[in-house]
């Protein structure tokens, strides 16, 4: 027998619009251009143990009637190409890292609705929605947004939970679910708090070039160092594919959010390491994905052995501006602010789209990490016209792809064995002793 909160939740997602059954009996295209409504359903995280937890807001909240936590997002039609079976999809990924096998995969082109990431109000609301991630309703700092999206009862927020957290919003009539995933509490940017070590674990493995070896000083996130700036590739691929990663959770939130949603088109979004792992995402999964000030990710997509699609990831959108040296891939070297607070943030390549405002050269502002805030780019930057790409007619610069992009040229991966490493090196162990 179905627990009485699942049988609530599941009851709940029998809603069905006759518009939409009318487009779906029909094969009616659906309208290119619309705006949805969205709620807060759910609050998500993990337990120390990686299992994904959800909280729902309970039917009785003030939350659900206040016309505040309401999200409204103009919406467009895109073509996403969607692998055809995630077995297949795991399979080739498999082959791939454990043999270099390259296995065919299928893809199906889609036609989905996703953000229309050319308005300027579009891009505010889902940045809202991101720094949200970060607070549970109500917190100081959470922003009340437009009349569309509703919260659920909160799981992994009871101060002892250390993971993977976030929001997740959905229409009133469950047609489309936005996942908002928490990225770094960083003390000098906006916190800390109990996942503030998880958070650094994950990035320091995603988004530097070996490890987090900056110098010799650090004490690194994975074993795979091998003298020099030489690193063992196998080694790093191993070391991103641990169950206990956030991606690798991310995998299963997603997985969990199907299940309660089937016939829900879903989007992810997030914010610094939330918004790498939203893109990381996406290019699993084929959804929407608007992610902001997120370091670069493409590395890490192909050390995860992710099949690229046929053509380019036209789903995935990232916001950034210029001031922002974590997002830029220049918060690197042993005296870099991030560097001075633990963070190897070496990166600068993305995948799919880039949305880049100009801050440096238009606002002249200075490069500062305390610029990478969501809070930041909502106040400064969102919740302004934007004048360079007003001349032109757009509301926002032009979402481009990276061409030519270079990363950690000074480093050479390949097949370095343990014994290769010079007697007076230090070996670390692959697992986040901090985080235990």
């Given amino acids: 027998m179905l627990p009485s909160s699942l049988t609530r939740l599941l009851s709940s997602l029998l809603i069905w619009t006759p ?16 705006a949805l409504t969205f709620q807060l359903r759910h609050q998500h995280a993990t337990t120390p143990e990686a299992h994904v937890v959800f909280s729902d807001v309970r039917a009785n909240s003030a939350l659900l009637h206040s016309r505040d936590r309401t999200y409204s997002i103009a919406t467009r039609r895109i073509k996403a190409a969607r692998p055809t079976s995630q077995e297949q999809f795991q399979f080739a990924r498999t082959r791939s890292r454990l043999f270099k096998e390259n296995v065919l995969v299928e893809w199906d082109e889609d036609e989905i609705e996703a953000p229309d990431v050319e308005k300027r109000a579009t891009l505010l609301e889902l940045a809202k929605m991101t720094n949200n991630a970060y607070l549970e309703p109500g917190e100081a700092g959470w922003y009340e947004l437009d009349q569309e999206w509703t919260v659920s009862y909160p799981f992994g927020w009871e101060p002892d939970e250390d993971g993977f957290r976030g929001h997740v919003f959905a229409t009133p009539d ?26 650094k674990f994950n990035d320091n493995l995603l988004f530097s070039c070996c490890c987090a070896r900056v110098d010799w000083t650090w004490t690194t996130v994975c074993d795979c160092y091998r003298g020099g700036w030489k690193c063992d590739q196998e080694c790093l691929e191993r070391a991103l594919v641990d169950d206990s990663l956030f991606y690798t959770v991310g995998t299963g939130l997603y997985n969990n959010l199907t299940y309660m949603y089937p016939d829900s088109n879903i989007w992810i979004i997030g914010h610094s390491l939330g918004g790498g792992l939203a893109s990381l995402l996406g290019a699993t999964f084929g959804v929407p994905v608007v992610s902001f000030e997120s370091p670069g990710e493409k590395l890490a997509s192909t050390r995860l052995h992710l099949p690229q699609p046929p053509s380019t990831h036209a789903h995935i959108t990232h916001v950034y501006h210029t001031a922002d ?24 390549c993305h995948l799919g789209r880039s949305i880049v405002y100009d801050t440096v050269t238009n606002l002249s502002w200075a490069v500062d990490i305390r610029k990478h805030g969501i809070v930041s780019v909502i106040e400064e930057v969102l919740n302004h016209t934007w004048p360079p790409s007003e001349e032109i007619g757009r509301e926002v610069p032009a979402a481009e792809i990276e061409e030519d992009c270079v990363e950690c040229f000074s480093w050479e991966f390949g097949d370095f064995p343990p014994a290769s490493i010079p007697t007076n090196a230090s070996v670390h162990r692959s697992t986040c002793r901090e985080c235990s």
């Fill in 19 to 34: 518009q939409e059954a009318l487009f779906r009996l029909w094969k009616v295209p659906l309208p290119t251009s619309n």
């Fill in 174 to 199: 469950n047609s489309t679910v936005v996942l908002s995933i928490k990225g770094t509490s960083m003390g000098f940017i906006g916190g800390g708090g109990p996942t503030a070590k998880k958070d």
């Fill in 325 to 348: 040296p974590a997002a830029m891939g220049t918060c690197n070297g042993v005296l870099s602010s991030c560097a001075l607070a633990g963070y190897a943030l070496e990166t600068r």
